[in-house]
């Protein structure tokens, strides 16, 4: 008995000792970042260690969705082939590959996208080359959620479609895709979190900058806000400091919502 | 009335007509294989001097030293590179080996209490929220654990778990803060940190494979007469300890490529092995990304060919680990289904 009291006491502490770190984390992020929240953090842009975080925040959402529009039609695509086609040995392979690409440190991948894109191509610390980056790392994540949530489809579905004489393609989009959307679109907005949280990979792509995006894909570096938790935390200023976590707040709100929201939504309701 | 003498369907080997909509879908699925040896073809050629120069000294040797960059590059071993340079990686090798393998000790025993407690303690109306805060763990991003780290940990280790573990096992010199700069930036910030990233990966795969042990098993053993944590410790972890294993190598995986929070608590160590728990370090990882702005420096590029060098084998050694992670557990995925 006295064994059984201290082993369940000891899971318990252990449980403990993963969420009062998490608890502490967000406590902390909060009302730090929130003290830090004003109206000019959002329309003016960083000036040295002062000013607003208007620059990083519209950076930010240029890099996260441009990785979308080149990782969601690939990783879906793929998706769709391993669920459809995929029961076979290239099917495996590409599995296998895929995780592989998942595991791979995302500073290597960085690091690979500077000596080729940014040097390579000449394109410079560009919003192109950290999207394309960014999408390289979460394209594996997508194309899996979306090969586990299309097989869910029932077969029968998809051969009422056959039986009505319906084309390959028609059956693909219209009947299994659509079906599967609430998980394709779960995996869509994974991926968005990735990418919002996301530093070492773009720190060697996209550069950082002061200045809001003026609209240019290459020879154009762009800030982003886990850079200015990277490096204002660093910096031995008050103001620094309150960017950093304003920074830190905007990001995990994202980050939280979209993974809150989608296991609310999601989770099987026992 | 004879059947007809068609062969049996079985004898014929189907031989199914690809469309055209297949293969674009297998060119588009294609790509993911085609990205990762673009990446590995890249780094190894762009490497390729790299590795020729720096031989087995680069993981011989822990001077990592970009010579003299003022001067006119001279020809060592036949490649022309800095008077004095010299890329050995040992000691981040040891601090990426080091801290790793710590918050693995850290995580393990963690990881399986808060499995059990969350798949056998917890109350039923409660399990849900308790199991999504251990979720959430593994979502927070890299750079808020660092920052998390510079703010909260390290000043907590400077002047409490610093001081504490000094009292009790101060007389071994390894865990005597006072021998090192007592900052609280150092291994064991960074070991603290991997842990709570990693903890979470293996607590989720540990609390899946429980909840699917099979209902007559733990009936039995109660019959036997075994108390509840008896069920739990004696009876249901020996079910699951492949998927444990499986979860505890994927894990490692995760703590030797991180590269933010580890940067950001580490210390950055250059040229020195950790001689204490509280003595600053460097990973590969973090090394890779704080030292790319120096490398630049050198003409002769062969500072920033000796990195790409280490992106290399980082890549493999993280490679092995998923590959050996996968071979454990058959079929796991490294996307959990939500």
Redesign the interface.
């Known amino acids: 008995?006295i064994?059984?009291a201290v082993?369940?006491g000891?899971?318990?502490?252990?449980?403990l000792?993963?969420?009062v770190?998490?608890l502490?984390?967000v406590l902390?992020?909060v009302i730090?970042g929130a003290a830090a929240f004003s109206i000019k953090l959002f329309t003016t842009s960083s000036n040295g260690v002062k000013g607003g975080l208007l620059a990083a925040i519209v950076g930010t959402t240029v890099l996260s969705l441009g990785s979308l529009v080149f990782a969601v039609?690939?990783g879906v695509?793929?998706g769709?082939?391993?669920s459809?086609?995929?029961q076979n040995r290239?099917g495996s392979?590409?599995r296998?590959?895929?995780?592989?690409?998942?595991?791979?440190?995302?500073?290597?991948?960085?690091?690979?996208s500077?000596?080729?894109m940014v040097i390579g191509f000449g394109w410079q610390f560009s919003a192109l080359a950290g999207s394309i980056t960014l999408a390289?790392m979460i394209?594996?994540?997508l194309?899996?959620?979306t090969e586990?949530s299309l097989q869910r489809v029932p077969v029968a579905m998809r051969e009422a479609a056959f039986a009505l004489g319906a084309?390959?393609?028609t059956v693909?989009f219209r009947v299994v895709l659509s079906a599967g959307l609430p998980g394709v679109i779960?995996g869509v907005l994974?991926g968005l979190?990735i990418s919002?949280?996301?530093?070492?990979p773009l720190?060697?792509t996209a550069g950082w900058s002061n200045y809001v995006w003026n609209g240019k894909f290459i020879h154009q570096p762009i800030g982003y806000l886990?850079y200015v938790?990277?490096t204002f935390?660093?910096q031995p200023y008050k103001s620094a400091h309150a960017l950093?976590?304003a920074a830190?707040l905007l990001?995990?709100l994202v980050?939280?919502a979209i993974?809150?929201g989608?296991?609310l939504v999601?989770?099987p309701k026992v | 009335m004879s059947l007809p003498d068609d062969p049996p369907a079985s004898a014929v080997p189907i031989k199914r007509k690809r469309?055209r909509?297949?293969l674009g879908?297998?060119g588009?699925?294609?790509?993911?294989?085609i990205?990762?040896f673009v990446?590995v073809l890249?780094?190894g050629q762009?490497a390729w001097q790299a590795i020729g120069f720096n031989g087995i000294r680069f993981i011989g040797t822990i001077d990592w030293s970009l010579g003299n960059l003022y001067m006119n590059p001279v020809v060592t071993r036949g490649y022309s590179v800095p008077l004095g340079a010299n890329y050995g990686i040992l000691a981040f090798i040891v601090g990426t080996l080091f801290s790793s393998f710590l918050a693995l000790l850290f995580a393990l025993?963690?990881?399986?209490?808060?499995a059990?407690?969350?798949a056998?303690?917890?109350p039923e109306r409660l399990r849900?929220a308790?199991s999504?805060?251990?979720?959430?763990?593994a979502?927070?991003?890299?750079?808020?654990?660092?920052?998390?780290g510079?703010?909260?940990l390290a000043p907590l280790i400077s002047h409490y778990i610093g001081p504490g573990i000094t009292a009790v096992l101060g007389f071994i010199p390894f865990f005597n803060i006072h021998n090192s700069t007592g900052s609280g930036f150092g291994l064991l910030a960074a070991a603290i940190v991997l842990a709570?990233m990693i903890?979470?990966i293996i607590?989720t795969t540990l609390y899946d494979a429980l909840r699917q042990v099979p209902r007559e098993l733990r009936e039995s053993a109660v019959a036997l007469g075994a108390?509840?944590?008896?069920v739990v410790?004696k009876t249901m972890l020996p079910t699951v300890r492949v998927t444990l294993v499986g979860g505890v190598v994927l894990g490692l995986?995760?703590a030797?490529?991180?590269?933010?929070a580890v940067l950001?608590v580490s210390g950055g160590a250059l040229n020195y092995l950790p001689k204490t728990l509280f003595t600053p370090i460097s990973t590969m990882?973090a090394f890779?990304?704080s030292q790319?702005d120096s490398a630049l420096g050198d003409p002769t590029n062969m500072a920033?060919k000796s990195?790409?060098e280490i992106?290399l084998v980082?890549?493999l050694i993280?490679?092995a680990?998923?590959?050996l992670a996968?071979v454990i557990v058959r079929g796991a995925?490294?996307?959990r289904?939500?």
Not at chain 1, 10 to 15: R, V
Not at chain 1, 98 to 106: A, C, I, R
Not at chain 2, 139 to 146: D, E, Q, T
């Open positions: 008995m064994v059984s082993g369940w000891l899971c318990g502490f252990a449980f000792l993963v969420a770190p998490l502490d984390l902390t992020v730090k039609p690939i695509g793929a769709l082939y391993l459809e086609y995929g290239l392979v590409v296998f590959l895929s995780d592989t690409l998942t595991g791979m440190p995302s500073v290597v991948l960085g690091y690979f500077y000596i080729t390289i394209v594996p994540y194309a899996r959620i586990l084309q390959e393609r693909a779960t994974l979190a919002v949280g996301e530093t070492a720190i060697y886990t938790i990277w935390i660093d950093a976590f830190a990001v995990m980050v939280l993974n809150i989608v296991r999601l989770r | 469309s909509f297949e879908l297998t588009i699925a294609l790509l993911i294989p990205a990762l990446i890249f780094l762009y025993p963690v990881a399986v209490g808060t059990i407690f969350l056998e303690a917890a849900p308790l999504l805060l251990v979720e959430l763990v979502v927070v991003p890299s750079v808020v654990f660092g920052l998390w510079i703010y909260v709570l903890t979470p607590a108390t509840r944590f008896e410790t995986g995760r030797l490529g991180e590269t933010m950001m990882a890779i990304l790319l920033v990195l790409a992106a980082l890549f993280t490679l680990v998923n590959a996968r995925t490294f996307v289904n939500v």
